[in-house]
């Protein structure tokens, strides 16, 4: 594993979760951060006209690819139709 996998930064990310509406979904996925006890810097959780949830986790403190383990365990999860994460400037 190179270096750069497993150094930490203070750089913001944003987690984008769309998922069918389901009263569990924020729960579930924040159980995810508190498996690592990580506190998102801010939740933002959507519900569309289309009936599709959207919901947004801005965190700081993890590597790109601690991140990408997430997105993908998040969009394994049945309701879960996308999630992907990027950097915020």
């Known amino acids: ?17 769309s998922a069918e509406a389901d009263p569990g979904v924020v729960a579930r996925l924040l159980g995810h ?10 939740i933002v959780a959507e519900f569309a006209t ?6 947004h986790v801005d965190i700081s403190g993890l590597s790109e690819n601690r991140m990408s383990m997430i997105a993908a365990k998040v969009g394994q999860c049945v309701p879960v139709l996308n999630a992907y994460w990027h950097w915020l400037s």
């Open 33 to 42: 951060f508190q498996n690592l006890n990580v506190i998102p810097h801010r």
């Open 50 to 55: 289309t009936g599709i949830m959207h919901v």
């Open 1 to 17: 594993m190179a270096v750069n996998d497993c150094t930490k930064t203070n750089k913001l990310l944003r987690l984008r979760v």
